[in-house]
């Protein structure tokens, strides 16, 4: 399996950041031992691929609309990703289940969007800390597995090409990271229950985990069993940030 390090932007980046994706290039410039991919802002990922072309790292989107084309004003279609250049797209964030009311059935739907055109999804799941204090999180993050993951996909497309990425909401943007041992139980929830779904392709699946990854913890992260690799938030922005926890990542 090859591991991923994804850096997430969120809604930050103008064309004088797109500097830090050439020296990222420049810095793992024929790198075969994980995927690299950084999801931009929908006004860069054009530009963002045509500096990246040829390259290890690749480009995403943050999120796609679940139809093709239509009367939806202000949103992007995953033909439109594809067209700009993008091979993954983030779906089903906390941000986005909690600023835009987005169900399970609607990021099922995004995700089956999502590899009807050919790009990787990477599917967020994960608890909020009045769920984990209530002892919640194994339910929580079962349920929505089970609700935003599609039983089957079209097609020729692979479930193995799904990415899960495990991230605490509580963990997000706080500075907290959940301890080895708590990533450990919930990484190895996951790929018992992707597994019990989707049998031998559940072996396939990428798991990622997102939560205040830094190069200062970053190595200790990857050590633990069934961690695939990374979903990073503000780390991914500057390659002295990013560049660390790739390297760590490639090491593990």
């Not at 930050?12 to 410039?29: M, Y």
């Not at 229950?193 to 990428?206: F, I, P, V």
Request: proline share 4%.
């Amino acid at each position: 399996m090859r591991k991923l390090a994804a850096g997430n932007w969120k809604m930050n980046g103008t064309g004088d950041d797109l500097d830090q994706v050439t020296r990222l290039i420049t810095a793992f410039s024929g790198t075969q031992r994980a995927d690299i991919v950084i999801c931009a802002p929908a006004t860069l990922v054009h530009r963002m691929a045509e500096i990246a072309a040829g390259s290890s790292v690749q480009v995403g989107g943050q999120d796609c609309h679940p139809k093709a084309a239509g009367a939806h004003t202000g949103d992007v279609s995953a033909a439109m990703l594809r067209e700009a250049g993008a091979d993954y797209v983030i779906l089903g964030h906390s941000e986005r289940r909690s600023d835009h009311r987005e169900t399970d059935l609607m990021v099922r739907a995004k995700v089956l969007a999502a590899v009807a055109e050919r790009l990787v999804p990477i599917v967020c799941v994960g608890e909020t800390l009045a769920e984990r204090e209530a002892g919640r999180t194994l339910e929580v993050v079962g349920g929505q597995l089970d609700g935003s993951l599609p039983g089957e996909l079209p097609g020729d497309i692979g479930i193995g090409d799904v990415v899960v990425a495990y991230e605490p909401v509580w963990a997000i943007g706080t500075g907290l990271t959940a301890t080895t041992a708590q990533i450990a139980e919930v990484h190895g929830f996951i790929r018992d229950r992707l597994l019990a779904a989707y049998g031998l392709d559940g072996e396939a699946m990428r798991i990622l985990y997102g939560g205040s990854v830094k190069p200062g913890n970053a190595a200790a992260i990857f050590a633990v069993p069934h961690v695939d690799g990374a979903l990073v938030g503000g780390a991914s922005m500057t390659a002295n940030d990013f560049g660390p926890i790739v390297t760590a990542l490639i090491n593990a």
